[in-house]
């Protein structure tokens, strides 16, 4: 028996493991994917995500990762740019979380690839190579439920999520350097930012019926992109890097709600499987990488899942909330048009969006 059972290797899993492992703790991770693999993501490492990855002992820029200092609102033919209140990195999770999987094993966690987990009875995981048994589980399995688990229920016009990969013309290249670009459209939300190797990342986020409207296709989705003028341009002759776009349904942004009742007593829930903060303030690996180590420091003291969630609530459910509610703000139009405009006139009250939806300074060990 493992002292901590790890079900995924994305970045809250494999931040745990590492602090385990490093802690003296032995840890077995599960991870359903035999290798690097691209998941829909925005891909922007804010200034708490490039700390936690340095105490972990990754260096973003070592892996490529691409600066970003200012952020640029765009809406329609309009736009409006502002510095951001901290230095941000652009990397994808292709490579990233290879690496986080590689330094848990470098710190001496157990790692087992292309494992299915099947089923979870208390402290023993039914995989598809036998069972795995954890003193302590820690659930870190992304936005997706075990197989045998109550699936979330259906959210009425809820969010799909799209991302894609691109190069650039050189000249579109040097209008996005430095810079992440957010472009408001109706019912969603675009980002497009450079990561490693001259890519660009562009990651949309739109209400179930706009993606119906567009006709529930990525070609209705990338054509809607042509109505936004800054978009249009630096896409104009970009080379898509993927056959298809990634996609995923069905995303239940918000807060936890309180007491965070769940199927499976007694595991630590960690990154989206805990909550997903909207992405349109940019802190989703954040949470999942601040989760982690909160996971671990709770199994190397002892501590229960209880206490764990409960710190994790006092840690995340403010940044959640003033996300949410900027994102649902910028999907109503008169919202949008009103936050455009005073942005226009205002431009460092963007700086002060972003700083304002930021996890709390970590205190911990």
């Given at each position: 028996?493992?002292?901590?059972?790890?079900?995924?290797?994305?970045?809250?899993?494999?931040?745990?493991?590492?602090?385990?492992?490093?802690?003296?703790?032995?840890?077995?991770?599960?991870?359903?994917?035999?290798?690097?693999?691209?998941?829909?993501?925005?891909?922007?490492?804010?200034?708490?995500?490039?700390?936690?990855?340095?105490?972990?002992?990754?260096?973003?820029?070592?892996?490529?990762?691409?600066?970003?200092?200012?952020?640029?609102?765009?809406?329609?033919?309009?736009?409006?740019?502002?510095?951001?209140?901290?230095?941000?990195?652009?990397?994808?999770?292709?490579?990233?979380?290879?690496?986080?999987?590689?330094?848990?094993?470098?710190?001496?966690?157990?790692?087992?690839?292309?494992?299915?987990?099947?089923?979870?009875?208390?402290?023993?995981?039914?995989?598809?190579?036998?069972?795995?048994?954890?003193?302590?589980?820690?659930?870190?399995?992304?936005?997706?439920?075990?197989?045998?688990?109550?699936?979330?229920?259906?959210?009425?016009?809820?969010?799909v999520g799209f991302k894609m990969h691109y190069r650039l013309a050189p000249?579109?290249?040097?209008?996005?350097?430095?810079?992440?670009?957010?472009?408001?459209?109706?019912?969603?939300?675009?980002?497009?930012?450079?990561?490693?190797?001259?890519?660009?990342?562009?990651?949309?986020?739109?209400?179930?019926?706009?993606?119906?409207?567009?006709?529930?296709?990525?070609q209705g989705v990338r054509a809607c992109l042509d109505g936004t003028s800054?978009?249009?341009?630096?896409?104009?002759?970009?080379?898509?890097?993927?056959?298809?776009?990634?996609?995923?349904?069905?995303?239940?942004?918000?807060?936890?709600?309180?007491?965070?009742?769940?199927?499976?007593?007694?595991?630590?829930?960690?990154?989206?499987?805990?909550?997903?903060?909207?992405?349109?303030?940019?802190?989703?690996?954040?949470?999942?990488?601040?989760?982690?180590?909160?996971?671990?420091?709770?199994?190397?003291?002892?501590?229960?899942?209880?206490?764990?969630?409960?710190?994790?609530?006092?840690?995340?459910?403010?940044?959640?909330?003033?996300?949410?509610?900027?994102?649902?703000?910028?999907?109503?139009?008169?919202?949008?048009?009103?936050?455009?405009?005073?942005?226009?006139?205002?431009?460092?009250?963007?700086?002060?969006?972003?700083?304002?939806?930021?996890?709390?300074?970590?205190?911990?060990?």
């Amino acid at each position: 028996m493992a002292d901590a059972l790890i079900l995924g290797g994305g970045l809250a899993g494999s931040a745990a493991a590492c602090l385990i492992a490093r802690g003296g703790g032995d840890v077995n991770l599960l991870e359903r994917e035999t290798g690097p693999h691209h998941k829909v993501c925005g891909e922007f490492l804010s200034v708490e995500a490039v700390a936690h990855l340095r105490q972990l002992g990754v260096e973003p820029l070592d892996l490529g990762a691409v600066p970003i200092h200012r952020m640029r609102l765009v809406w329609e033919n309009r736009e409006v740019e502002a510095a951001l209140p901290f230095a941000a990195l652009g990397l994808s999770r292709h490579v990233l979380d290879e690496t986080l999987i590689s330094q848990a094993v470098a710190n001496g966690a157990r790692v087992e690839r292309g494992v299915r987990v099947t089923g979870l009875d208390g402290h023993v995981a039914r995989t598809n190579v036998g069972e795995r048994e954890g003193r302590q589980v820690l659930i870190a399995t992304g936005k997706l439920p075990i197989r045998g688990e109550k699936a979330p229920a259906r959210i009425a016009n809820g969010h799909v999520g799209f991302k894609m990969h691109y190069r650039l013309a050189p000249s579109a290249a040097r209008q996005l350097a430095e810079t992440i670009v957010l472009a408001l459209l109706d019912d969603g939300y675009a980002g497009l930012q450079l990561v490693e190797n001259g890519r660009a990342n562009l990651c949309l986020v739109l209400r179930a019926q706009a993606f119906a409207r567009l006709g529930g296709d990525w070609q209705g989705v990338r054509a809607c992109l042509d109505g936004t003028s800054q978009l249009q341009r630096i896409l104009a002759d970009a080379e898509p890097l993927f056959a298809r776009p990634l996609a995923i349904a069905n995303l239940g942004y918000g807060p936890p709600p309180r007491g965070h009742a769940t199927d499976i007593a007694g595991a630590m829930f960690l990154g989206d499987r805990w909550a997903m903060t909207p992405s349109l303030t940019g802190d989703g690996m954040a949470i999942a990488l601040r989760s982690g180590l909160l996971a671990a420091g709770c199994v190397l003291a002892g501590e229960s899942a209880g206490t764990y969630h409960r710190l994790l609530a006092a840690e995340t459910r403010r940044q959640i909330a003033r996300a949410t509610i900027l994102q649902n703000g910028f999907e109503a139009p008169a919202f949008r048009h009103a936050a455009y405009w005073l942005a226009r006139l205002y431009p460092a009250l963007l700086t002060h969006a972003a700083r304002a939806t930021r996890l709390p300074d970590w205190s911990g060990p």
